[in-house]
T-cell receptor
Framework: DQQVKQNSPSLSVQEGRISILNCDYT??????FLWYKKYPAEGPTFLIS?????DKNEDGRFTVFLNKSAKHLSLHIVPSQPGDSAVYFC???????????FGTGTRLQVFP | DTGVSQDPRHKITKRGQNVTFRCDPI?????LYWYRQTLGQGPEFLTY????????KSRLLSDRFSAERPKGSFSTLEIQRTEQGDSAMYLC?????????????FGPGTRLTVL
């Protein structure tokens, strides 16, 4: 039962353009959502998060949008840079538990 | 380096052997988590501790798996009688209480290969 889904296994974007990574979830009890970035041979690194009481959170080049009615969130990276090339994981947690439920990841490649 | 550290980084073992991994969290963090990641999947939650108390265990954590955090600092994850299906990356993460962002800091992982 995949509660957090990232349906696009890969995405290729030109440097300077916008990257949009999508994530869907099924559990309506999720109240916190996070994005992590992972480089090869390293652990995931926290990028940005959003609470279910908000619909947008912005941090520099990264913006996360949450659409609760559609159970959908997205990560926007503007402008994309070659150093952004990595695997991006969407994760969610439900109130009262600290465990994170991760999606399967989207591999982003930013080319010059 | 004040991040989460894990040892060893790689472990190759034969089926049926026991293995133990160690995680050292960020020093002021009171919560510690173990996840497992297989190829093409995201990390899957195994268990977590607040200080020395193990608060939650996933059903993925069979009887062959045991985790400890005896003094509320470092943690060990032991797998007994390893099976080929145990081959995966084992990730440790830590956090401080329940911050507003519930941000967990991950270590580099221990890659286990069971032959």
């Amino acid at each position: 039962d995949q509660q957090v889904k990232q349906n696009s296994p890969s995405l290729s974007v030109q440097e300077g353009r916008i990257s949009i990574l999508n994530c869907d979830y099924t559990n309506s009890m999720f109240d916190y959502f996070l994005w992590y970035k992972k480089y090869p041979a390293e652990g995931p690194t926290f990028l940005i998060s959003i609470s279910s009481i908000k619909d947008k959170n912005e941090d520099g080049r990264f913006t996360v949008f949450l659409n609760k009615s559609a159970k959908h969130l997205s990560l926007h990276i503007v402008p994309s840079q070659p150093g952004d090339s990595a695997v991006y994981f969407c994760a969610a947690s439900a109130g009262g538990t600290d465990k994170l439920i991760f999606g399967t990841g989207t591999r982003l490649q930013v080319f010059p | 380096d004040t991040g989460v550290s894990q040892d060893p980084r790689h472990k190759i073992t034969k089926r049926g052997q026991n293995v133990t991994f160690r995680c050292d969290p960020i020093s002021e963090h009171n919560r510690l988590y173990w996840y497992r990641q297989t190829l093409g999947q995201g990390p899957e939650f195994l268990t977590y501790f607040q200080n020395e108390a193990q608060l939650e265990k996933s059903r993925l954590l069979s009887d062959r798996f045991s985790a400890e955090r005896p003094k509320g600092s470092f943690s060990t994850l032991e797998i007994q009688r390893t099976e080929q299906g145990d081959s995966a990356m084992y990730l440790c993460a830590s956090s401080f209480g329940r911050l507003a962002v519930n941000e967990q800091f991950f270590g580099p992982g221990t890659r286990l290969t069971v032959l």
